[in-house]
């Protein structure tokens, strides 16, 4: 089956940056939220990246037309039903997921195939909302989407292996570099990353480094493009800690358990760049300043 309409199920910074993905790769594209005001957010979100491209002279102003013509935004979950293939980017709570899923469920074709962008759950599980576990796999992709070139594709063993194929060649055309995975909590990446930024909170905590030194030694040393702690703030601490309680309660291993500091830091609404403050004060977001934590 060629993937020629796409839904978007979300359109936040994940959502809106998968749905402009694939409309740049020439599919049809139909991206759903829960309100008017959050859709015009993400639409709003995708004219000025697209505006960008314009500007760097990487798209010309013909071309943003037709990729702005071939997305359009709804509030409706009844408008995905004639898509090809239905990506899910909301909430990572299950309860949100198990509805969604069973709604899309009953009204899209039994040939639609469902694929969710979560970093951390079990797609397996998402899997049996639903009576297609053979065409549901996972497809997380990173952010910013439309600059990010990698997507895991994650099959699970029910899912169909011409339906992981079929999605895999279905990401390289977005323009991505694909990795394939199997349903391991954290995938390939949060498996290998996740534990490391932990180690790197561990170290702070046990007065190895300060922020910036931690920071600064592996910039520095090992040519990393930041350090553990802005990436922490980057992605999100409240984000961080959520996977690790998810990779800890699978594997039970202690590089999977949250350090102590992480949590206070969530609990203080400390997340990051986004809340203004994590490892570093954002007051000034040209000039971050790292923070005296322990």
């Known amino acids: 089956m060629a993937i020629e309409k796409v839904g978007v199920v979300g359109c936040g ?4 940056g998968i749905a402009q993905v694939a409309a740049q790769s020439g599919c049809q594209v139909t991206v759903r939220e829960v ?14 990246n697209l505006a960008r491209l314009v500007e760097k002279g990487t798209l010309n ?14 509030t409706n979950v009844e408008d995905l039903k004639e898509s090809d293939v239905i990506i899910e980017a909301i909430i990572e709570q299950l309860p949100a997921k198990r509805e969604l899923w069973g709604a899309l469920d009953k009204i899209c074709p039994k040939a639609t195939i469902f694929a969710s962008n979560t970093s951390s759950l079990s797609i397996t599980e998402m899997a049996t909302f ?28 029910a899912t169909d292996p011409k339906v992981f ?8 055309r977005l ?23 932990l180690d790197a909170v561990r170290a702070l905590e046990e007065g190895v480094g300060s922020v910036e030194d931690i920071d600064n030694s592996m910039k520095i040393g090992c040519g990393y493009p930041m350090g553990p702690f802005t990436l922490l703030d980057f992605v999100g601490l409240d984000t961080t800690y959520y996977i690790s309680i998810i990779m800890f309660d699978e594997f039970k291993e202690k590089r999977f358990a949250s350090p102590p500091l992480l949590k206070r830091m969530v609990l203080a609404g400390w997340n990051g760049r986004k809340a203004g403050r ?8 040209a000039k971050p300043k790292a923070m005296q934590l322990t």
Request: hydrophobic fraction near 35%.
């Open 130 to 157: 639903t009576q297609r576990p053979d065409r549901f796999v996972g497809m997380h992709f990173f952010n910013p989407v439309p600059v990010m070139k990698l997507v895991e594709v994650i099959r699970t063993i």
């Open 61 to 74: 102003a013909a071309d943003r037309d037709q990729v702005r013509g071939r997305l359009r935004g709804t």
């Open 175 to 197: 323009g991505k570099t694909v990795v394939r995975t199997s349903d391991r909590t954290g995938f390939i990446v949060n498996r290998l990353l996740v534990p490391y930024l």
């Open 13 to 16: 910074l994940m959502g809106s």
């Open 278 to 285: 994590g490892f570093y004060d954002y007051s000034d977001p």
């Open 165 to 172: 194929d079929e999605m895999v060649a279905f990401g390289q």
């Open 35 to 48: 309100s008017q005001q959050l859709l015009d957010k993400g639409l709003q979100g995708i004219d000025k």
